[in-house]
C-alpha cells in the first residue's frame, strides 16, 4: 500500500506569496493533520480535519487554512509568505482523531514540503 | 501551556554503549509516541505507548511510559551506527493536538 504522499517536493517563493501544499492519505485513512516543523526543532501542529471537517487548530495566524475533500485528501494554504514560514511541512493521515485514544489513531507522515521563502 | 522537554538535546556515543533519552511532559496525556527522522527526511514511527507501564521494544530500543510521573524514556541497547538520527517524543493533551519535544539528536561514533 502507498503511504502519505505529498506535492511538491520543494517549493520556492517570495515574501507575500501565496502558496498551497498537497497531501493523499493512505488509503483508508479519513484524518490528515498539517505540522510545520522549522530546522531545528520539533514538529507544530497546525491543523486537524476529519471527515472534511476540521476538528484541531494550532497557535497559527489566519494566514494558514486547509481543507479537506470528499477522497480524503487535503490542501493547506499559506497567504502572504513571510520569510519566517520557511520550513518542512508535514502531512499525517491516521483512521481517526487525535482527541480519541487508540492506537488506531497512530499518525503517519509523509514525506514532506520543504518551503522556501525568499 | 504544555511543555514537553527532552533531554538530552544531543547525544554522541560510541558503538556498543548503552544511554537513555528522557522525555517530561508538563500536563496528563493518556499516550505518548517516539519517532525517529533522518536528517532531510520525514518522521518514521517508533512506538505508541497507551498506559502507564507500558514497555514497548524494537531491535536494540526500548520505551516506556510513567504517565503519573509524566515521564517516557527510551533506552538504546548496544548502539550501533545506523540508530544515528533525531528522536522526538510526542503527547497529547486534552485538547487533541500532537504535542512534539525539541527532539534529541543522536550521533553514534564507530
Known amino acids: 500500500d502507498a503511504g502519505v504522499t505529498q506535492s511538491p517536493t520543494h517549493l520556492i517563493k517570495t515574501r507575500g506569496q501565496h502558496v498551497t501544499l498537497r497531501c493523499s492519505p493512505i488509503?483508508?485513512?479519513?484524518?490528515v493533520s498539517w505540522y510545520q516543523q522549522v530546522l531545528g526543532q520539533g514538529p507544530q501542529f497546525i491543523f486537524q480535519?476529519?471527515?472534511?471537517?476540521?476538528?484541531g487548530r494550532g497557535n497559527f495566524p489566519d494566514r494558514f487554512s486547509a481543507r479537506q475533500f470528499p477522497n480524503y485528501s487535503s490542501e493547506l494554504n499559506v497567504n502572504a509568505l513571510l520569510l519566517g514560514d520557511s520550513a518542512l511541512y508535514l502531512c499525517?493521515?491516521?483512521?481517526?482523531?487525535?482527541?480519541?485514544?487508540?492506537?488506531?489513531?497512530?499518525?503517519?507522515f509523509g514525506p514532506g514540503t520543504r518551503l522556501t521563502v525568499l | 501551556e504544555l511543555k514537553v522537554e527532552q533531554n538530552p538535546l544531543f547525544l554522541s556515543m560510541q558503538e556498543g554503549k548503552n544511554y537513555t533519552i528522557y522525555c517530561n511532559y508538563s500536563t496528563t496525556s493518556d499516550r505518548l509516541y517516539w519517532y525517529r527522522q533522518d536528517p532531510g527526511k520525514s518522521l518514521e514511527s517508533l512506538f505508541v505507548?497507551?498506559?502507564?507501564?507500558a514497555v514497548k521494544q524494537e531491535g536494540r530500543l526500548m520505551a516506556s511510559l510513567d504517565t503519573k510521573a509524566r515521564l517516557s524514556t527510551l533506552h538504546i541497547t548496544a548502539a550501533v551506527h545506523d540508530l544515528s538520527a533525531t528522536y522526538f517524543c510526542a503527547v497529547v493533551p486534552s485538547t487533541g493536538k500532537l504535542i512534539f519535544g525539541q527532539g534529541t539528536t543522536l550521533q553514534v561514533k564507530p
Open positions: 499525517a493521515s491516521s483512521r481517526g482523531v487525535l482527541a480519541v485514544v487508540s492506537s488506531y489513531n497512530e499518525q503517519f
Open positions: 480535519y476529519y471527515e472534511k471537517e476540521e476538528r
Open positions: 505507548l497507551l498506559s502507564n507501564g
Open positions: 488509503s483508508g485513512h479519513k484524518s
